[in-house]
C-alpha cells in the first residue's frame, strides 16, 4: 500500500512532481519488483497531530481496506511521522533511518537530479528513471527546484491572501477587458498571470473571439487550481480553453511567433520585484516578442512610477489618524496574519511609513525636513499607493510599484523590437487620490512648490511590426 502524500501539489519546490506522475513510477517499480500494489492519493493537511489516523481514512475510503497494526508494518524514515503511527500500536520499518551509516534520502537525490548532478541515476530505480525520461519530469524538476522566486508551496510569497486576491481579480475584470478588448487580435491568445482566469472568462464570451484559443498561464498553485476547477465545472464555453502552470521568469513558454495576443495585468510589476529588476524585465520582454506573431500584440496594464521617480520631493503625513509608537516594531515576521493587519491598520499615516520602512524589501531613505520628510518621488509614491493595504502587508512589502516610468517602459519595448502603439498611455486612479492620498498626505518640491498627485498607471499596447 503506497499513500502518496500531498498529492494534491504539483510544481511546488516541497513536491516539484505531480501525483500522476508519482503514482506511474510506483506502479512501475511494482510490476518490475513482482510487487502487488495499490496505490492512494492523500491530499495535503495542515499540521496536525492526526495525521496518522487521517491518511489510514483516506485509505479506507479509497480501497475499502483496513489497516491495523495486526496487518500492516509502516515504512516511514521521518522520525516524527513514524511516531504518530507508532503511538497507534504500528510497528515501524525505518527505512533509511534504521541503517548505520544512513544512506541518501528520496529528497537527496532529488537535490542531485535539481543540481545536475547525474549521479543521481546511480541511486534511483530503473522505474523512477525511465518515468522521468519519458514524461521529461528530469527539466520539470531542475525548473521548480532552482527557480528563485516561487515559494515551497508555489506562491510567490507565504504571506499572500489568495482567497482576497481571487474577490479582487472578478471584481476588477470586467474595468480590465473594457481596457483592452479593441486591440485583442484574435487567434491565439495568452493571459500571463491570470488570477482564477477571470478576464478570459469574458473573452470566453467575445462572439469575435470564439474561434481562438484562450490559454492562461498562473504561477501560484492556488489560483491555478482554481482555473481548472471552473475549466471542469463548464464556466468557459469555447472548447480551446487551456490553462499552464508555468514560472515567466524561467524561460520561453510558447513557441516563437505562434501568439496574436498576449495580455498581462498587474504582473510586471511582481516580475520587476521578485526577480532581477531591469535585467529580469528586459528578458521577460523579449520573451514575449519572441513569442508574438508579426502584427501580433502585447497589451500591458500595471501600476507605474511617476515621471521623474528620482528627483527629491517633501511629504507630509498626518499623525492624527492613528497610532504613534515610539519605535517601529521588527517581528511581524513572527504574528499571525489578522494581528499584523491589526497592529498595521492602526498606526497613523506618518508612523505607518516607519513600519513600511522596516518590512519593505527595497532600502529606501528619508530625512526630516521641517515638518515634512525628504525622500525621492518614486520612494514617495510606493509608499503611499502601498500603505493602505494592510491585509496583505508582509506581501505587498515584498513587492516595487515605481521602479519604472512611462519613458522606461518606452525604451524597454523599442529595445526588444516591439513599436509602442499611440493608444498606450498613463492614468492617475483619481478614487486613491481623493479617498486615500488627499486627504492623508501632501507632496511639494523641496522649495515648497505644491505638486500635483502623478500617474500611477500605464496602458501600454505594443506590436510587433509585421516586416520582422
Excluded at 162 to 185: I, P
Excluded at 319 to 341: F, I, K
Amino acid at each position: 500500500m503506497w499513500a502518496v502524500t500531498s498529492a494534491n501539489h504539483e510544481n511546488t519546490k516541497r513536491n516539484p512532481v505531480p501525483y500522476h506522475r508519482r503514482e506511474a513510477a510506483i506502479e512501475r517499480f511494482s510490476v518490475l519488483a513482482d510487487l502487488r500494489s495499490v496505490v492512494v492519493p492523500v491530499f495535503d493537511t495542515t499540521p496536525t497531530d492526526r495525521f496518522a489516523e487521517v491518511t489510514l481514512k483516506n485509505i479506507t475510503v479509497a480501497t475499502g481496506l483496513d489497516l491495523t497494526p495486526d496487518n500492516t508494518v509502516v515504512a516511514c524514515s521521518t522520525p516524527a511521522v513514524a511516531a504518530l503511527y507508532s503511538a497507534l500500536g504500528f510497528r515501524i520499518a525505518g527505512v533509511e533511518a534504521s541503517e548505520d551509516p544512513e544512506p541518501a534520502r528520496p529528497w537527496d537525490v532529488l537535490l542531485r537530479l535539481a543540481a545536475g548532478d547525474e549521479t543521481w541515476h546511480e541511486l534511483a530505480h530503473p522505474a523512477t528513471i525511465d518515468v522521468f525520461e519519458r514524461y521529461q519530469l528530469v527539466e520539470t524538476v531542475r525548473s521548480v527546484v532552482n527557480d528563485p522566486v516561487v515559494g515551497d508551496e508555489g506562491g510567490l510569497t507565504p504571506t499572500r491572501n489568495y482567497r482576497t486576491y481571487v474577490e479582487a481579480f472578478a471584481d476588477s475584470a470586467a474595468r480590465k477587458w473594457k481596457l483592452v478588448d479593441q486591440h485583442v487580435r484574435p487567434g491565439r491568445i495568452v493571459d500571463i498571470g491570470c488570477g482564477a482566469g477571470a478576464v478570459l472568462e469574458l473573452a470566453d464570451r467575445d462572439p469575435a473571439l470564439r474561434e481562438s484559443d484562450l490559454i492562461g498561464v498562473e504561477i501560484a498553485r492556488h489560483l491555478y487550481e482554481e482555473c481548472m476547477h471552473k475549466k471542469a465545472q463548464g464556466v468557459f464555453h469555447n472548447a480551446n480553453v487551456f490553462f499552464y502552470r508555468r514560472n515567466v521568469l524561467g524561460g520561453a513558454i510558447f513557441p516563437p511567433r505562434s501568439i496574436d495576443t498576449t495580455l498581462t495585468f498587474a504582473l510586471t510589476h511582481e516580475i520587476w520585484s521578485y526577480g532581477d529588476r531591469w535585467e529580469s524585465m528586459r528578458r521577460f520582454a523579449q520573451a514575449i516578442y519572441d513569442h508574438t506573431a508579426p502584427g501580433g500584440v502585447w497589451i500591458n496594464s500595471d501600476v507605474c512610477g511617476p515621471d521623474g521617480r528620482d528627483r527629491p520631493v517633501h511629504l507630509t503625513l498626518t499623525t492624527t489618524d492613528g497610532t504613534n509608537p515610539a519605535s517601529v516594531r521588527r517581528d511581524l515576521g513572527e504574528l499571525p496574519p489578522e494581528e499584523v493587519s491589526a497592529y498595521v491598520g492602526g498606526l497613523s499615516t506618518r508612523a505607518r511609513l516607519d513600519q513600511f520602512a522596516v518590512d519593505y524589501r527595497f532600502p529606501f531613505t528619508y530625512s526630516p525636513a521641517g515638518d515634512a520628510l525628504e525622500l525621492t518621488f518614486g520612494d514617495a509614491m510606493d509608499y503611499l499607493t502601498r500603505k493602505d493595504y494592510t491585509d496583505n502587508w508582509l506581501s505587498e512589502t515584498q513587492e516595487q510599484f515605481c521602479g519604472l516610468e512611462y519613458a522606461d517602459w518606452k525604451s524597454l519595448l523599442a529595445d526588444v523590437g516591439f513599436e509602442v502603439d499611440p493608444a498606450s498611455h498613463t492614468t492617475r486612479n483619481d478614487w486613491i487620490v481623493d479617498n486615500r492620498l488627499a486627504p492623508t498626505a501632501t507632496l511639494t518640491t523641496p522649495d515648497a512648490t505644491p505638486l500635483d498627485w502623478p500617474v500611477t498607471h500605464v496602458l501600454l499596447v505594443a506590436r510587433r511590426p509585421l516586416n520582422t
